[in-house]
């Protein structure tokens, strides 16, 4: 592995941006006619029938709202005959350990400058670092609200390493710093531990544990001549249960240029979630869609995760993430006006379940779009609702404000409203429970100490269980 790092890639870049990046204009040989007929069919889609169908055709500029119908109304009819009129979502918490991050993504204000971290730094900053002993505290707290799944992504801190002989090798280098973005946890005024003894910690008492990006992978090899395979093999033996597909952004490089250019770049990406597959780890799949990129650059991401999928058939869902603008570098510096309109979410969820024909749930997250919206895009496509979630850093750092919590009431609420069965399922989804709406209150069922008690909203913003109530008790 390479360093691939400008480690001055941050805003300075987005203000030398200005929103023409050279990107073709969307055009096709294909017609919206026939590439909505073969959608129709049940013909496996190409590339370019998916742009003729996120475009509602390119033939003409804007969103055509008759066509953008019928391309919702046949992805629905398709979300029905796969996987039916259950509505899924997980009881789960996200952990992130820290935000300490040199890496400069244009669209993340989730990140703080990892110096501002250093012991002797006087730097104001609101992020945080959290050692393996806080992160098992947070987990065992939120067992006993009865989660199944701990969702942990994180800054790439300079200090993180994958375990003992992986400092060593970072420590061995000439100004590792600059040759490989490292610097030792010594130099920090909170030590996050190894990648390994994080995963150890959040390991406990059974929980399902989701963790390890690709970008993150790439971090806990950094420097070594590790294949992703092993840095996987490795954390699953410390308790890794699966992965989360993020950092795929736009799998379009002349994208990643722009948006992400200390990223990995897409091969090293997909080899990433191979490497997590064949460690023998689920993943789960990705798009931050709605910044600089074209429809054309959507409908190559979809067509990189589809083969992805033929090739190892790992991936349990499609999480369509919208770009949340507001405090953005892309929005501060102008090179973006917003993140994309709702046609444009419905027309992404609706694509994805039309043309990932091997890829059986598709999701609609409350956090990004909110509970209204994300109702409508589950008449668009999706079948999956997220999770609980307890508490979230990444939306709301850039400004999204539709909350950190949703309780199994809330969720039961919610997915009746729209005449569909609300279920419970495991990160998997291979264990499923459907859920009684008149057998209320509603809890979790299905995490290692779950009983069914409702998990119930605190001020921060995090779930509780009800004062008084301990995991043993029966409801
Ligand atoms: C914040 S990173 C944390 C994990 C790790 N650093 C990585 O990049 O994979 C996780 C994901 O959050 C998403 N994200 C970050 N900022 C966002 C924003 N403003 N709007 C929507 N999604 C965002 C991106 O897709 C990113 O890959
Ligand atoms: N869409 C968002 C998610 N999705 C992840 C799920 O919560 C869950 O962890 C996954 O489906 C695996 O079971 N998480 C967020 O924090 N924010 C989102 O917008
Ligand atoms: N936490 C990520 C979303 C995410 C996490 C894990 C997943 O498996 C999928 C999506 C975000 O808010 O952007
Ligand atoms: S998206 Fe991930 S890698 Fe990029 S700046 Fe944010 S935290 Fe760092």
């Not at 995963?199 to 059974?206: D, K, N, P």
């Not at 990995?264 to 798009?287: C, N």
């Not at 083969?307 to 949340?324: A, H, K, N």
Request: aromatic share 6%; proline share 5%; charged share 30%.
């Amino acid at each position: 592995m390479t360093p691939a790092r400008d480690p001055d890639a941050t805003d300075r870049d987005a203000a030398d941006l200005d929103d023409d990046f050279g990107f073709a204009e969307p055009s096709t040989d294909q017609s919206f006619e026939n590439a909505l007929a073969k959608a129709r069919d049940g013909t496996r889609l190409s590339v370019d029938d998916a742009t003729e169908l996120l475009a509602t055709g390119t033939d003409a500029e804007g969103i055509d709202p008759v066509r953008k119908e019928r391309v919702l109304e046949l992805a629905d009819r398709r979300r029905r005959e796969e996987v039916g009129d259950e509505v899924t979502f997980v009881a789960n918490l996200n952990n992130n350990v820290t935000t300490a991050c040199n890496t400069g993504c244009l669209f993340c204000n989730f990140k703080d400058s990892a110096h501002a971290f250093e012991a002797d730094s006087d730097a104001d900053h609101a992020g945080f670092t959290k050692t393996p002993a806080e992160s098992r505290a947070i987990v065992e707290d939120a067992l006993d609200m009865g989660v199944y799944e701990v969702c942990s992504v994180s800054g790439l801190h300079p200090a993180l390493a994958l375990n003992e002989e992986h400092h060593e090798i970072l420590r061995s280098y000439d100004d590792p710093e600059s040759a490989v973005n490292y610097k030792p946890p010594s130099a920090y005024a909170t030590d996050p531990g190894t990648y390994v003894d994080q995963i150890e910690a959040m390991s406990v008492g059974g929980i399902h544990v989701h963790s390890m990006t690709p970008e993150e992978a790439y971090h806990a090899a950094r420097g070594t001549e590790w294949e992703y395979e092993t840095v996987y093999r490795e954390l699953a033996a410390a308790g890794l249960d699966s992965a989360p597909g993020t950092a795929a952004e736009i799998l379009v490089d002349e994208v990643r240029d722009v948006i992400c250019p200390g990223k990995i770049r897409t091969d090293d990406w997909v080899a990433a979630m191979e490497g997590a597959m064949a460690a023998g780890l689920d993943t789960t799949s990705t798009m931050m869609y709605g910044h600089v990129e074209t429809v054309a650059h959507r409908a190559e991401h979809l067509g990189v995760i589809r083969d992805l999928q033929d090739r190892t058939g790992g991936i349990t869902e499609f999480v369509p993430l919208s770009f949340i603008h507001q405090n953005t570098p892309l929005y501060r510096h102008g090179v973006v006006d917003s993140g994309p309109s709702r046609d444009e979410d419905e027309l992404v969820v609706a694509v994805a379940r039309l043309f990932l024909d091997n890829v059986d749930h598709v999701q609609a997250s409350w956090v990004k779009s909110g509970d209204a919206h994300g109702l409508k895009l589950l008449n668009c496509g999706a079948d999956d609702f997220m999770g609980t979630i307890l508490s979230e850093e990444i939306t709301k750092r850039a400004g999204g404000d539709y909350g950190e919590f949703r309780s199994f009431d809330d969720y039961v609420d919610m997915i009746t409203a729209i005449g569909r069965t609300p279920v419970e399922r495991s990160t998997d989804y291979r264990t499923r429970r459907r859920i009684d709406p008149d057998d209320g209150p509603h809890g979790p069922r299905l995490g290692p100490r779950a009983d069914g008690t409702p998990i119930l909203p605190t001020r921060s913003g995090e779930g509780s269980r009800p004062e008084g109530e301990s995991a043993g008790a029966d409801d």
